[in-house]
Each structure stands twice: as structure tokens, then as C-alpha cells.
């Protein structure tokens, strides 16, 4: 696939500004939408925007990723809904309740220096849009080499078991579902409700009735508050893999993953090539 050779910022010519108009959030238009969407975010715990990527770059953003994909570390694990490890719990506690996770990442470092997805991630209006939604003044793109933007990947069998997230926010784009699956699921905002496990515990057990099932299209960009959201990704059938990248920012400058954060997920911690940590 040729390089992009449009004038300007490649992003500008990816992002479907017309819709979206985040280039400048500090204009009338884009400050106004930045508003918008901010509100979204604290009313319903996540900011969707549906076809944020053109026809065309999708295209070209899902056939980088499709290629990368055999490169993907996988994991498969268990885990509670909280991401904890507990000890002496009782048997019905509902953190002593195993999930399964099977999915694999491409790292960072593995996406080439040309790609489109790295030139999206690298434009700072999208970065600073992100951090308007979030009503953070500053953000920052991770530094960590392996997890600044790294290529979610499910294939038959993957799947991500319910849980809150680690951290305050996810940033993640839709560039491939597949045949069968693959179904983003939550239930929002119920951490620190009073009957909070109580709730947990039925979703664990099946029971349907909060459930949400999010219209996570291809092109679609997502903001997501997973800390306070319990959420997974359903089972996945099939061949086609379900290709999603996660796009990942701080509010300090040069934060990173752990060395043992990155041997879970990647496989490795960098320090074989010498890369800074």
C-alpha cells in the first residue's frame, strides 16, 4: 500500500471533519461540539462518534491492521470483575468469581513508522479533543513503546470476560467486527451503587436486563469511562478477526507500562533491545 502523500496532516484527510469538527476545538464550531460531547461523556459514562473515519481511510487503517495481525501477542487468562487478586474470600463473594480473557496485542513498536494508524495518533487536535471530552486541560500520548497504540486482536475463540478497568478512561477505534460476536457489552455506571456487587453478581450470572450492547461500528471512535462501567467484549466466532486499536494517553508526560505489564500483554519487556523504560 502506497504512503499517504495528501497535503497537510494525514489525520486531517482520515477524520471525518465535517461531521466532526475537531481540528481546532478552540473555534466557535469545535468548541461547541467539544461541549457536546463532554456532556455526553458525564451523563452516560462513554462519548461515541459513529463514522468518524472516512469510507476510504478505513479501509486503508483496517488493511494495515489485518497485516499486522499475525503479529500479535497472544494472553489467556482468568480474572475477577475487578481485576484484583484476592485471597480467603468466601465461595459467593463476588470477587472470588472468575472471567475469561483470550486476546492478543500488536505492540507499539511493531506498527511501522509510516502507517496510518500512527499518523492518526499523532495528530494533536485528536489529542487534544480527547482531552476536552474528558475535561483534562493536558494530556499527553503514552511514551511506553509497547502500549501507546497498540492493535487489539480476537480472533475465533477471543474474547475479553467482564470486568472494570485499571484506568480512568479508554480510547479505542473500530476497524474490523467479525463474522460472528465480538459484541461490546456494558452496564453503566454502577460502580459505587449500593447494591453494587449484588448487581455484579447478576450480570456474572447471565441475567440480561441492564445490559447495553453498543452499535460499535467500523470507523467508530469510542471514550470510554471503563472504571466506573463494567463491560466486555463477547465471544468471538470465525474467521475474520475483530481488529480494534487502542489509543492511549496520560495526564503526566512520559508515563509507561511496568515491565511486568508489558511481559503480560506483549510478551516481552523491552529491555532485550535496549529500550528505555
Not at 69 to 96: I, M, P, Q, W
Amino acid at each position: 500500500m502506497e504512503p499517504i502523500t495528501t497535503t497537510g496532516h494525514p489525520a486531517e484527510h482520515m477524520v471525518d471533519l465535517a461531521r466532526y469538527p475537531i481540528a481546532d476545538i478552540t473555534s466557535s464550531n469545535g468548541a461547541a461540539f467539544a461541549a457536546k460531547c463532554r456532556e455526553q461523556y458525564q451523563t452516560t459514562g462513554l462519548c461515541m462518534l459513529n463514522g468518524f473515519i472516512k469510507p476510504e481511510a478505513l479501509e486503508r487503517l483496517a488493511a494495515e491492521a489485518e497485516g499486522l495481525s499475525d503479529k500479535a501477542y497472544f494472553c489467556k487468562s482468568t480474572h475477577n470483575a475487578y481485576l484484583t487478586e484476592e485471597d480467603g474470600l468466601e465461595s459467593d463473594d463476588v470477587r472470588a468469581r472468575q472471567e475469561e480473557t483470550y486476546v492478543g496485542s500488536v505492540a507499539y513498536d511493531l506498527i511501522p513508522e509510516g502507517a496510518a494508524l500512527r499518523a492518526l495518533y499523532n495528530w494533536d487536535p485528536l489529542r487534544d479533543f480527547i482531552g476536552a471530552v474528558l475535561g483534562k486541560p493536558k494530556l499527553h500520548r503514552f511514551a511506553d513503546i509497547m502500549g501507546a497504540c497498540s492493535i487489539n486482536v480476537f480472533k475465533d475463540g477471543g474474547e475479553h470476560g467482564w470486568h472494570f478497568d485499571e484506568s480512568e478512561f479508554t480510547v479505542t477505534l473500530m476497524l474490523q467486527p467479525p463474522e460472528e460476536g465480538g459484541a461490546f457489552e456494558y452496564v453503566p455506571q454502577i460502580r459505587g451503587v449500593t447494591d453494587e456487587q449484588e448487581r455484579v453478581g447478576r450480570i456474572l450470572d447471565g441475567y440480561r436486563e441492564d445490559v447495553v450492547e453498543l452499535p460499535f461500528t467500523p470507523g467508530t471512535l469510542l471514550i470510554f469511562g471503563g472504571n466506573q462501567t463494567i463491560h466486555r467484549v463477547a465471544r468471538v466466532s470465525g474467521p475474520k478477526k475483530r481488529l480494534v486499536p487502542v489509543l492511549c494517553y496520560a495526564e503526566n508526560e512520559g508515563v509507561t507500562n511496568s515491565p511486568e505489564v508489558r511481559k503480560l500483554f506483549w510478551g516481552r519487556t523491552g529491555e532485550e533491545a535496549g529500550a528505555p523504560l
